[in-house]
């Protein structure tokens, strides 16, 4: 038996999870408070100087089934998707999210910011208040001096590298198709300008090639003598103590520990305990320490501390569809190191193994580096090009009545706000190993504010049990009529494409036979087929919101939890309604948000 780390008996924050928003608030209370004692449990392993979670073109290797760095959460079979489980990973690594993402640099719209303070009363939640945050973050090495971007960040933002034939084809040909959705050189203002536009997609990743990750660049680089954070260690439950957080139990976790003792262990916390374990997990780690719905408590075993029936409620996710093409032999995709031949990682890692040589990771450099260009080179292939897009007012019978859900609550009085995201991808996103060995494109389209929700729940105070999660996928008819919209949209646009080689028909919906492509005969197979193939975008958000009590809320707007004095959620579960777009800008902003009000309770600043 070895002991891991070396965890003190109490110190003055502890946070339970070390993902992204919890290593983003953790480094920076490091560096403004150096006597503050700093705690992060993170049950996944460390990614320090880690290749895979560096370099960018590796991001694909942490969804294989046998993945150490992910969590498979395995929704219960639903008719919403044709029978199916949706499977739901979220990241489990020093960093999460941030280390294992796409990379995609996308921003929501400032009113989506704007519906926290102004629909759920959290006051200090504004654009105002959080552009500026978002901004403290990033440099955006694109153009520096962009007033809606930041300049002097520590995670950069460019291209990655050169922009892919079919990113460039896919803006150029979308714009002239869509005559009435131009190209921009700017799709994240935040701002209407944004909206019903074709443009290239930056990436995180800085222009020499490296992840924009953020352990990187708040953690592992932060000389806070103060600040541990231990990988392999499992939060089971927060200890309360007369309505106080005191601490938490954890394990060691032998997924990363293997010779670790698995006894239960307690440290304490002085001053603050915060619950950043992700969407998925910090509802399971308040339940099991007594603070949910009474009936789930109840079923679990667990003695109820404070009751909040919003707990694990609320859930969502961006709901994706993928809808596959094939695209001429001679236009570079990401299918040989998706589909994992040897060569075409060999040829994309080639030079690494003599670049990483010599120095076992620790001091390397990234500047002039050919091979980080080699990688990042396939990466932006992956989708950088990319339409926000919503339906103009003539647009809207297209998209039919059940549609009005989404348009009448989210849409219609937020011009800011796209309906999805749509981009042709370089590659299929999907088990390549089961498909022809074909030079696949796809077309995803990631519908911004889904009107399902899902749920998730402990089923047991166990913390390796698997929760009980209902992803809720479609059980919205609007979001099959929005989907159905985006997959009409990206087929037109696809077949016009200079690359287009053909429909890879397996993938599409199943017409009846000698259908005239009539609407009202398309529409049940379109309909039947995005409910056989939607997918989870990796978004997950919203199960701890940050709303009032008597509305569902569990976290207040200083992300204080309901009923407990010295115990905050920070991450995207204390999201109380969607942002339209890839989730990793807005947990970055809900981490230096964190900081600024954790800073101020401490009577400092960040
Ligand atoms: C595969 C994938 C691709 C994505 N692609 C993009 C993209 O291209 N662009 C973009 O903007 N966003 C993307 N996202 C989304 C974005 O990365 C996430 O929304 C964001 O990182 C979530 O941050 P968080 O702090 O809420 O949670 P996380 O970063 O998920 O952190 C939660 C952490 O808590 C840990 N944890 C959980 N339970 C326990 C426990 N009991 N004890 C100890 N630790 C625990 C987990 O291991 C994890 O490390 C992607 C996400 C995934 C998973
Ligand atoms: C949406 O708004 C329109 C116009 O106000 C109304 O007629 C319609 O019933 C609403 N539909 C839904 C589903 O909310």
């Known amino acids: 038996m070895t002991i891991p780390h070396t965890i003190e008996a109490e110190y003055d924050l502890i946070f339970a999870g070390g993902g992204t928003a919890a290593c983003l608030t953790a480094g920076r209370l490091a560096t403004a408070f150096p006597a503050l004692s700093i705690l992060v449990l993170e049950c996944g392993p460390t990614t320090k100087d880690k290749k895979e979670h560096i370099q960018p073109g590796q991001y694909i290797t942490h969804l294989a089934p046998t993945s150490k760095t992910m969590q498979f959460n395995v929704g219960k079979p639903s008719e919403h998707v044709a029978g199916r489980s949706s499977i739901v990973p979220s990241a489990r690594c020093v960093g999460g999210g941030s280390s294992v993402n796409f990379m995609m640099y996308n921003r929501p719209a400032a009113s989506d910011f704007d519906a926290w303070e102004t629909e759920f009363g959290n006051v200090g939640w504004s654009s105002k208040d959080l552009i500026p945050l978002l901004q403290k973050a990033e440099t955006y090495e694109i153009d520096p001096k962009k007033s809606t971007h930041g300049s002097d960040g520590p995670l950069k ?15 150029e040909i979308g714009a002239k198709f869509e005559k009435n959705r131009p190209e921009t050189d700017e799709g994240n203002a935040l701002n209407v300008e944004s909206i019903n536009k074709f443009f290239i997609m930056p990436k995180w990743i800085s222009k020499d090639g490296r992840r924009s990750d953020v352990p990187h660049a708040y953690i592992y680089n932060n000389p806070a003598k103060k ?25 060691f976790d032998n997924r990363v520990h293997e010779s670790a003792p698995q006894d239960i262990r307690v440290v304490k916390a002085r001053k603050l305990v915060v619950v950043a374990a992700g969407a ?38 961006h709901t994706l569809t993928i809808a596959p093409y094939i695209a001429d032999d001679k236009v570079k995709t990401l299918n040989p190191l998706w589909r994992g031949e040897p060569a075409a990682w060999g040829q994309a890692l080639g030079e690494v193994g003599e670049r990483w040589g010599g120095n076992n990771g620790s001091e390397v450099r990234f500047t002039q580096a050919p091979w980080t260009i080699k990688l990042t080179t396939h990466t932006p292939a992956t989708s950088t090009d990319s339409s926000k897009c919503v339906p103009y007012p003539e647009e809207l019978p297209e998209l039919g009545p059940d549609f009005l859900e989404i348009w009448n609550s989210t849409l219609a009085n937020n011009p800011d706000r796209p309906l999805f995201w749509m981009s042709t991808a370089a590659a ?20 911004g504010y889904p009107a399902s929700r899902g749920r998730i729940h402990i089923s047991s105070s166990d913390p390796l049990a698997a929760p009980d999660f209902e992803a809720g996928f479609l059980s919205s008819p609007a979001d099959v009529a929005a989907l159905r919209w985006a997959y009409k949209k990206g087929r037109e646009i696809n077949r016009r494409l200079p690359s287009f080689r053909g429909v890879f028909f397996p993938g599409h919906p199943q017409f009846p036979k000698g259908s005239a492509a009539l609407v009202e005969e398309t529409a049940p197979a379109i309909d039947l087929y995005i409910r056989q193939t939607v997918v989870t975008a990796w978004h997950s958000c919203g199960t701890c919101a940050m709303k009032p009590l008597d509305k569902g809320g569990v976290v207040d707007s200083k992300l204080n939890v309901y009923g407990v004095k010295k115990l905050k ?18 947990a970055i902003t809900i981490g230096e948000k964190a900081a600024v009000i954790i800073a101020e309770e401490l009577g400092g600043s960040v």
């Open 157 to 171: 933002v460019s291209f990655g590298s050169e922009i892919s034939d079919l990113a460039k084809e896919f803006v």
């Open 428 to 447: 299929m996103l999907g088990d390549l190993a089961a498909l022809p060995k074909l030079n696949f494109m796809c077309s995803a389209a990631l519908l």
């Open 227 to 251: 600040l541990s954070v231990f990988d392999g260690t499992l939060v089971h439950r927060v200890i309360i103590e007369d309505g106080v957080a005191v601490g938490v139990e954890y394990q």
């Open 569 to 586: 959620v920070v991450d995207m579960s204390i999201v109380p309604s969607n942002v339209n777009s890839n989730t990793y800008s807005t």
């Open 280 to 317: 998925m997990s910090s509802p399971l780690i308040l339940e099991r320490s007594g603070l949910g719905a009474k009936d789930v408590l109840e079923k679990a075993g667990v003695t109820v501390v404070a009751e909040l029936p919003g707990v694990g409620e609320n859930y969502q996710d």
